[in-house]
T-cell receptor, first 112, second 116 residues
Framework: AQSVSQHNHHVILSEAASLELGCNYS??????LFWYVQYPGQHLQLLLK??????LVKGIKGFEAEFIKSKFSFNLRKPSVQWSDTAEYFC??????????FGAGTRLAVHP | DTGVSQNPRHKITKRGQNVTFRCDPI?????LYWYRQTLGQGPEFLTY????????KSRLLSDRFSAERPKGSFSTLEIQRTEQGDSAMYLC??????????????FGPGTRLTVL
């Protein structure tokens, strides 16, 4: 069965610090990978997605993620966070089926 | 706003009562999904429709849960004889039909259910 692990449940950073959120998935076949973000009081929004091709994917608001097939990982990165990045971040996988399997989420707090 | 909408946004009910939630997807999307999210967890898949056909149901969806999408547009999720363990955020998402799961799902704001 597919599963997704997000290792950091809570992350606290100061503005301008670099961010890396870990995501590992369990699935042996071809996968589609997603990062969703939920800002306070808002609904889930897609941050970026990987289907195939260049394993380094760029998303909105300066975020990027790298797919490393050998490590079953899809870590999210941002070189310099802002206070407005305070949100909950969810990694999700879909192995060619239609449902998304989500990780438990990482709650990020950025202090000015 | 042409995104996914859900009603009501909040529902408080007493244990044993029935509740029904509605989801209106993005109009050109023929796939509609229901997820449930509890505190500290990511969304968990419940069921999905392609047009009016319900194509997959999770084992999380007990006999007390039923979902419909009668005309392939809006969908309803009904919970009968609610239990306190049903308290959660119920999320709806919609997507186009693309091969290989390459479909971006757009989420609604959710319906927060509290069972007293």
């Amino acid at each position: 069965a597919q599963s997704v692990s997000q290792h950091n449940h809570h992350v606290i950073l100061s503005e301008a610090a670099s961010l890396e959120l870990g995501c590992n998935y369990s699935y042996g076949g071809t996968v589609n990978l997603f990062w969703y973000v939920q800002y306070p009081g808002q609904h889930l929004q897609l941050l970026l997605k990987y289907f195939s091709g260049d394993p380094l994917v760029k998303g909105i608001k300066g975020f990027e993620a790298e797919f490393i097939k050998s490590k079953f990982s899809f870590n999210l990165r941002k070189p310099s966070v802002q206070w407005s990045d305070t949100a909950e971040y969810f990694c999700a996988v879909n192995g060619g089926y239609n449902k998304l399997i989500f990780g438990a989420g990482t709650r990020l707090a950025v202090h000015p | 706003d042409t995104g996914v909408s859900q009603n009501p946004r909040h529902k408080i009910t007493k244990r044993g009562q029935n509740v029904t939630f509605r989801c209106d997807p993005i109009s050109e999307h023929n796939r509609l999904y229901w997820y449930r999210q509890t505190l500290g967890q990511g969304p968990e898949f419940l069921t999905y429709f392609q047009n009016e056909a319900q194509l997959e149901k999770s084992r999380l969806l007990s006999d007390r849960f039923s979902a419909e999408r009668p005309k392939g547009s809006f969908s309803t999720l009904e919970i009968q004889r609610t239990e306190q363990g049903d308290s959660a955020m119920y999320l709806c998402a919609s997507s186009e039909e693309l091969a290989g799961g390459r479909n971006e799902q757009f989420f609604g704001p959710g319906t927060r259910l509290t069972v007293l």
